[in-house]
C-alpha cells in the first residue's frame, strides 16, 4: 500500500466532496477543491512528469513552494509517477538547500511559478529550465546540470560550517553498506530493506542540524503508511472531519497531517505561512470560520495562541476541536493543561512521541478524560505511551542492555518502519535508532526524561533542563517558558508571563520546589517564544535575546558615585540571598557564607555586580567569599571609582607624547611609506558615487584619484573641502538619472555653487527663480521583501557611465540584498551568518561591499554577484557600519567587543585595532580629512577622535608609544544654554 493509493481509494469513494480549503485570511472568500478535482490535477502532472523527466532507477523530485490550494494535488501528481517528492523550503538558507538538493542527489526541481526569481536566484547556475511553465498547475520543471563545481562547494562549505560538531555515527548499526553513489542500486536480499528498490519511496526530508551536519532522511512507503493508517483509526477520522496543515513541508507530521485527512474524505485546511505567525487570525480561521476538528501541533505552537484564545477557542466549553495531538517537544505539564481545558470541553488530547529519523511518530497516548477533574492531582508525568503499528521501542542503558525499570536512552524501529539516513543502501530488517532521548521506565510506562543534549553537568550534579522548565511552567502567573544552558556557564530561564510578574517572589517558588544546582541563574521575561521552522523553539534566537539584555542591562548600569554603589550593593545582597524584606538592615561586618549564603549564590551575586558596574572586577569572588559587605564595596570602588588624579586627562596626554618624541613635530610633515596596500586598479573601473547613512556622500574618479603616489601618508595636514557635497555631483553623471530640462538647469545652478569662492544661498535662488518646478508626489515605485525588519541604512551606488544603479540593505533575516535602482529588481541575494544591523559601505574601487554582521564577523562581498572576498572575525556581534577612507583605501568599523579595526580588505589583513576604553561601538565611525581624525563613539558614553596615521607610524616603528587618542570626551547629562560650539 503507497499513500497515493490511500487518497485514490478515498477520491473514489468521495469525489464530490471538499478536499482541500485555501484561505488567506483576509478580504477574499476562501477556495476549495473536490476530491475529482485534487485527483485530475494530479494526473496531469504526472502525465508532464513522465513525459519529461528520465525515470531510471528511483526518481526523486523536489518541490520548492510555499503550502497553498495546489499543494496536494503537487504531491499526489508527484507520487503517482512514481516518484518520492521532496520539499525546499524557499525560506531556508540556500546554502542549506544546496546541501539537501546534492545530498539528497535531486535531479528534478519542481518550482512554484511566482517563486522562480527567489528560486534561481538563489540557486544561480545549478538549474536549467526544461520545459516551459505545466498549464494548470502553475508549476515549473527545472534540471540539474550534471556537473557543477559550485554547488559542490556550496557542499563543501556546509560540511565545514558544522566540522566541529559532526554528526554523531551512533546511529550506524552493524550490518549498514555505505555508498558515496546513491544513484547505484543493489537486488534486496533476505533480511535487507534497499533504497534501490522500485518505486519504495514516498518522500525525503532532512534534519534540522542544530547539533550537526543535517542528515538525510529518505522514507519508504512501507515506513509511513502504518502510521496514517493506526492514527487514523486511533482518531476516528470520518469523511466529516476538518483537519488543519500545521506543520511546515519540511517537518514530516506535514505528511500525517495531509494523509490522514486525504486518506479518509476529510477535508484539509491550508492558510499562509505569515497567518500561522498570527494567533488572533489563526484562531479564527480555525474555529470560527472552518470549525477545524483535529489539530496537531507542537506544545510551543499550541502556546503561541496564548492562555485567553486557548481557553475561548482551542479548548473552549464549545470548541469544533475533537481531537489535540500534542508532539515533537515535552509534552506540558497537566497543570497547564487543567487551566487551558474548560471544564465542559470534550476535547481528546493526545501525546505523540516519535523521531524523524523513523518517520513519523512512534508512540501515542490519550489523556484519560479523568485526569481534568478537580479533586485529582495533576503533578503526575504523561507517559509516552504504546506503540504504533509496526514501531518496536526499547529502553537501553549506557552499555547497550534492556533496562525493565529505571533510567535510559530510547530507540525505535521495527521490522520495516525503516528510512534510510544519508548515503545508506541497504539497512537491516529490525534495526533499531538511538533517539538521543531519555526516559524512566515505571510499571512498564515510559516517561520522558529530556534529551541526551540538554543534560548538563552543573555545580558538580547532573540533572536535565527540563525538569527546570516543567517546574516553571506549573507556576500560575506563567504562560509558558523555556530554558538555555547560555554559553555553557548560566542558567537562564526565559518566560512568557500571563499577568504582573513579580521575578523575585517567582525565583522564591522555584527555590522551593528545586534542588540549589537547578534554580537558574536568571529569569528573563519575553513577549513570546521565538520558534523554528518546524514549530519548535528557537535556542539559538533565545541565546541571542540574553545576549541582547545583558548589553543593554550594561549600557544601563550608570552609577552616579560611591553612595548609589553602596545602595544597590545592599540591594543585590539581599536578592542572592533571598533577603525579601526591604527594612532588613545589613551589618557593614556581614560576610555573605555566613549570612546564610553558598557558592551558588555568591556566583549569582557576583553577576548581579559585574552587570551593574558594566566591567570585570578581578578578585571579586574571593572577597565576596571571604571578606564583609564593606571590603566588597571598597573592593569595586577602587576598580569603578579611582581617585581624581588617577584619572586620564586626554588633552595633557597627548601634549606629554608629543614632546617625548626627539623633539620632532609632525604637524604638516609628510612621511615616505611603501604601500601596505599593494591595490592594482583594473583599467575597467568605472568612477561612481555612493550615498550612504545619514545622507554621506562618496565620491571616486579614478583618472584623477588612482593617478597619485599611493606611498604618501599625510599626517595632519589639511585636504581641502568644497563648501558642499554638491561637487561630487557633476550634470553628467546625474542627466543618467534625471531627466528634463527643468532639473538639468536646476543641477547646472547647483554646480555653481560647489566651485571655490562660490555665490551666496541667495545668488543662488535668484539665479533658479525663473525655473519652473513641477508639483511632487509621493508614490511607490517598487518594494523588495527582506523577509523580517531592516535596522540597516540602504547604500546607494551611482556608477558615472551608464550602468544600472544599485541599493545595498541588508535585514534581521540575515539577508543582504542588491537590487536595480531603477527597476527594483533583486540582482543577488547573500545569507549571512546572522541578522544584520550593519550599514554597507563600499570599497574605494567599488568592487566590494564592506557589511558588519551579529555573528561578530565583518563580511567583504563582491559588489557584482554577492559571493564572499574574505570574512574578518571580531570577538562580539558587529552592528557598527564601515567608513572607507579615499585616500588609502582602509576600512574603518567598530564591534561590541569594544574595539575599532582598520582593515585592508585588499590584503585581508588587519592593519590594527584600538580598545575603545570599555565601551562596545555601535554607531558609525566618521571620518575627518582635517584634522585627519577618525570620531569613534562607544555605548559607554565616551567620544574617541584617533589619528589613524599615528597609529599605522607606531605600527610601523616610527613612534616609540602609540599616540593614538587625540580627543576623549565622556559625555554627562548637562543643561542645555546655548549653542555648542
Known amino acids: 500500500m503507497t499513500l497515493q493509493e490511500l487518497v485514490n481509494r478515498a477520491a473514489s469513494l468521495y469525489s464530490d466532496r471538499k478536499a482541500v480549503w485555501f484561505d488567506e485570511c483576509n478580504d477574499k472568500p476562501p477556495t476549495f477543491y473536490t476530491y475529482a478535482t485534487v485527483v485530475k490535477l494530479a494526473v496531469e502532472l504526472t502525465a508532464f512528469l513522465q513525459k519529461h523527466c528520465e525515470q531510471q532507477g528511483n526518481l526523486e523530485i523536489g518541490l520548492y513552494c510555499y503550502p497553498g490550494i495546489d499543494l496536494p494535488s503537487w504531491i499526489l501528481g508527484i507520487l503517482q509517477v512514481p516518484a518520492a517528492y521532496s520539499p525546499i523550503d524557499p525560506d531556508a538558507p540556500p546554502m542549506l538547500s544546496a546541501y539537501f538538493m546534492k545530498k539528497s542527489n535531486l535531479q528534478h526541481i519542481l518550482v512554484e511559478n511566482d517563486k522562480i526569481n527567489k528560486f534561481q536566484m538563489s540557486h544561480a547556475g545549478f538549474f536549467c529550465h526544461n520545459s516551459s511553465t505545466i498549464e494548470h498547475t502553475g508549476l515549473t520543471l527545472f534540471q540539474m ?412 548600569s550608570k552609577l552616579s558615585g560611591a553612595e548609589e554603589l553602596w545602595e544597590r550593593l545592599q540591594y543585590l545582597w539581599k536578592s542572592a540571598l533571598g533577603v525579601l524584606d526591604d527594612s532588613t538592615r545589613i551589618s557593614k561586618d556581614a560576610v555573605f557564607v555566613y549570612s546564610g549564603g553558598d557558592s551558588l549564590k555568591a556566583l549569582r551575586f557576583y553577576d548581579e555586580i559585574e552587570m551593574l558596574v558594566g566591567k570585570a572586577v578581578p578578585g571579586l569572588l574571593e572577597v565576596i567569599l571571604s571578606h564583609s559587605i564593606e571590603e566588597v564595596y571598597r573592593h569595586i570602588l577602587k576598580i569603578l571609582f579611582p581617585d581624581e588624579n588617577q584619572l586620564m586627562n586626554y588633552d595633557s596626554v597627548m601634549k606629554r607624547k608629543l614632546s617625548g618624541n626627539s623633539g620632532e613635530n609632525f604637524h604638516g610633515k609628510c612621511i615616505k611609506l611603501k604601500s601596505e596596500r599593494g591595490l592594482e586598479v583594473a583599467s575597467g573601473l568605472i568612477p561612481f558615487i555612493a550615498v550612504s547613512r545619514g545622507n554621506n556622500f562618496f565620491s571616486m574618479d579614478f583618472n584623477k584619484s588612482f593617478m597619485q603616489p599611493h606611498n604618501t601618508v599625510q599626517v595632519g595636514v589639511e585636504v581641502l573641502q568644497q563648501p558642499s557635497f554638491l561637487h561630487l555631483v557633476t550634470p553628467s553623471i546625474m542627466k543618467s538619472h534625471v531627466q528634463g530640462y527643468e532639473t538639468e538647469k536646476i543641477l547646472t545652478v547647483m554646480n555653481k555653487a560647489s566651485k571655490p569662492n562660490c555665490c551666496s544661498v541667495q545668488q543662488i535662488h535668484a539665479e533658479s527663480s525663473d525655473v519652473t518646478m513641477a508639483e ?112 588609502s583605501g582602509l576600512v574603518y568599523i567598530g564591534s561590541h567587543d569594544e574595539h575599532v579595526y582598520a582593515l585592508d580588505i585588499y590584503k585581508k589583513a588587519c592593519i590594527w585595532k584600538l580598545h575603545c576604553e570599555g565601551g562596545a561601538v555601535f554607531s558609525s565611525p566618521c571620518l575627518s580629512s582635517f584634522p585627519h581624525h577618525l570620531y569613534v563613539a562607544t555605548l559607554r558614553g565616551l567620544l574617541l577622535a584617533v589619528n589613524p596615521g599615528w597609529v599605522k607610524l607606531w605600527r610601523k616603528g616610527y613612534l616609540v608609544q602609540p599616540l593614538t587618542v587625540v580627543l576623549s570626551i565622556r559625555y554627562s547629562m548637562l543643561p542645555f544654554t546655548g549653542d555648542r560650539q
Open 145 to 556: 546540470y550534471v556537473s557543477n563545481t559550485d554547488l559542490n562547494s556550496q557542499v563543501d562549505n556546509m560540511k565545514s560550517k558544522h566540522e566541529p560538531f559532526k554528526a554523531a555515527t551512533g546511529n550506524l548499526q552493524p550490518g549498514y553498506t555505505i555508498c558515496p553513489d546513491q544513484t547505484k542500486t543493489k537486488t534486496s536480499e533476505g533480511g535487507y530493506m534497499d533504497v534501490g528498490q522500485k518505486d519504495s519511496l514516498a518522500y525525503i526530508l532532512h534534519t534540522s542540524g542544530t547539533t550537526g551536519i543535517p542528515k538525510i532522511v529518505r522514507v519508504p512507503h512501507k515506513c509511513i503508511v502504518p502510521n496514517i493508517q493506526h492514527l487514523k483509526s486511533i482518531f476516528q477520522i470520518t469523511q466529516d472531519d476538518m483537519l488543519f496543515l500545521a506543520s511546515p513541508l519540511t517537518f514530516d507530521p506535514s505528511v500525517v497531517e495531509l494523509f490522514l485527512a486525504l486518506s479518509s474524505g476529510a477535508s484539509i485546511l491550508v492558510v499562509p505561512n505569515t497567518v500561522k505567525m498570527m494567533p488572533v487570525e489563526l484562531s479564527a480561521a480555525l474555529f470560527r470560520h472552518h470549525h477545524v476538528t483535529v489539530l496537531q501541533a507542537t506544545p510551543t505552537l499550541l502556546r503561541r495562541f496564548g492562555s485567553h484564545i486557548i481557553r475561548s477557542a482551542v479548548l473552549s466549553a464549545n470548541s469544533s476541536l475533537r481531537v489535540l495531538a500534542l508532539g515533537g517537544e515535552a509534552f506540558p505539564v497537566l497543570n497547564l493543561l487543567k487551566s487551558w481545558k474548560h471544564k465542559k470541553n470534550k476535547t481528546s488530547i493526545f501525546n505523540l512521541y516519535g523521531i524523524t529519523e523513523v518517520s513519523s511518530w512512534a508512540t501515542c497516548y490519550k489523556i484519560p478524560e479523568e485526569v481534568f477533574s478537580a479533586d485529582l492531582r495533576t503533578d503526575l508525568p504523561i507517559p509516552l505511551g504504546s506503540p504504533l503499528l509496526g514501531t518496536k521501542v526499547e529502553v537501553r542503558d549506557t552499555n547497550g542492555s534492556a533496562v525493565l525499570e529505571g533510567e535510559g536512552q530510547i530507540f525505535i524501529g521495527g521490522e520495516e518502519r525503516i528510512c534510510f539516513l544519508d548515503d545508506e543502501i541497504t539497512v537491516p530488517l529490525g534495526t533499531m535508532r538511538e533517539t538521543g532521548d531519555f526516559v524512566r521506565v515505571q510499571n512498564s510506562k515510559l516517561f520522558f526524561l529530556g534529551r541526551k543534549d540538554n543534560q548538563i553537568k552543573r555545580h558538580g550534579k547532573r540533572f536535565n533542563i527540563e525538569c527546570l522548565q516543567q517546574a516553571a511552567e506549573d507556576l500560575c502567573q506563567v504562560e509558558a517558558c523555556s530554558v538555555t544552558w547560555y554559553q555553557q556557564e548560566k542558567l537562564i530561564l526565559f518566560i512568557v508571563p500571563k499577568d504582573d510578574l513579580e521575578e523575585r517572589e517567582t525565583l522564591k517558588e522555584l527555590q522551593k520546589r528545586l534542588p540549589a544546582y537547578a534554580v537558574p541563574d536568571e529569569l528573563v521575561l519575553i513577549k513570546a517564544l521565538p520558534l523554528t521552522s518546524h514549530g519548535k523553539v528557537d535556542i539559538s534566537e533565545l541565546n541571542k535575546t540574553y545576549q541582547n539584555h545583558l548589553n543593554s542591562r550594561r549600557r544601563d
Open 776 to 887: 511632487l508626489a509621493l508614490g511607490i515605485r517598487w518594494k523588495s521583501n527582506t523577509r523580517k525588519c531592516v535596522d540597516a541604512s540602504p547604500l546607494i551606488v551611482i556608477p558615472s557611465k551608464e550602468v544600472s544603479a544599485s541599493v545595498y540593505v541588508g535585514s534581521h533575516s540575515h539577508a543582504m540584498q542588491a537590487i536595480d535602482l531603477n527597476l527594483g529588481e533583486i540582482k543577488w541575494e547573500k545569507n549571512l551568518g546572522d541578522r544584520i544591523e550593519s550599514s554597507a559601505c563600499i570599497s574605494k574601487c567599488g568592487n566590494f561591499i564592506v557589511v558588519g554582521c551579529y555573528d561578530g564577523l565583518v563580511y567583504v562581498l563582491q559588489s557584482s554577484d554577492g559571493e564572499i572576498h574574505w570574512t574578518f572575525v571580531t570577538e562580539d556581534a558587529v552592528k557598527s557600519s564601515a567608513v572607507v577612507d579615499s585616500s
